[in-house]
């Protein structure tokens, strides 16, 4: 059986959308059909045209709403007044009604999720209390580090250049040490790992792993802010970045993981677990060179590097040749 795509029309709550169709094709038989893995990569990009067009709540967005006031799901649901369980069903990808949406989107405000709790009315007097003392915190606990997240991973916002994923700095700063500590890549090389990491995984699921934006420059494709990403994680002492002066005189930087920094595997699921594990099997002992050569080959960099050296859309990554 071999997998097959092309470009088709589908459906979904009477809105039409165009989506790359994967499917499996029998030559003996001329027969396809799709497996549930198919199924559910056809079925995410028509979810992802969709929220976007309607600014829906992608499901990170969801699971941060309620962290942020300590709520499991079910708690959350009665809050708002869903039906029981419905917050966790959203979270695993379904889609919220558009009144619904609009609700969640309503309470990230602390302000306005302190007077939908009072107007509810639903919480005893003890977890009432909780989440009032929460929300107060949430106000006057000023930091640093949304602006820096902001500033390193751009607007926070999901569309074709993220993956359709809310950028995750703390997901792609994993990735970064997930690399440094299996291959101690230099700095290029360590720009297209990222790449294929985030790409690969959005060729087999509809959706990438950090939500990072690439840009294509001369040497291929780069996180978009990428020297301001890896200070960072210096400054944070989360990298080691040792300097080697060549005989050209060009100065390269080569990536370790900081010997304190441990790797937070949970911060991934299984299936982007095993993209990040197969990207290392596949480039982690090529050189630099190299990567530069393969990135070079692919349709996501020629495309946008001679329009601009603008930025990639992950639906690019449809046309990878090297995964």
Known sequence: MEIRSEKAEHEFRKEKFMIVYHYYFCKESGQSF???????????QVY?????????????????LREQYGLSAAKMAEVLGFGINVYRQ??????????????MQLAQDPREFS?????????????????????????????????????????PKADETTGYRIPSLEKLAEMVIFFSAKCQPWKTKLNKLLFYADFIHFK???????????RAIDMGPVPDNFNSLFDYLAREAQIEISYTVFPNGSIGEQFKRHTG??????????DEWS?????????????????????????????????????ISYTDAFNLLNC
């Open 261 to 270: 920094r441990a790797l937070n595997e949970k911060i991934f699921d299984h």
């Open 115 to 155: 007077r939908i709790i009072e107007l509810g009315n639903v919480l005893k007097e003890k977890e009432r209390k909780r989440i009032v003392d929460r929300v107060n915190e949430l106000h006057t606990n000023i930091s640093g580090k949304p602006a820096i997240k902001k500033f390193i991973m751009g607007t």
């Open 90 to 103: 959203y979270e695993n990808g379904e889609i919220p009604s558009l009144s619904n949406a609009r609700l």
């Open 34 to 44: 799709q497996d549930e893995r198919l199924m559910q990569l056809n079925l995410n």
């Open 204 to 214: 087999s699921t509809g959706i990438s792993i950090s939500g990072c934006r690439y």
């Open 48 to 64: 992802n045209q969709f929220r976007r067009k309607h600014n829906l709540p992608f499901p990170e967005e969801i699971v941060t």
């Open 275 to 311: 993209t990040l594990q197969q990207v290392d099997e596949k480039f982690g002992l090529k050189s630099t060179s190299e990567m530069i050569e393969l990135s070079h080959q692919e349709e996501a960099w020629k495309k946008n590097y001679y329009n601009g050296k603008s930025l």
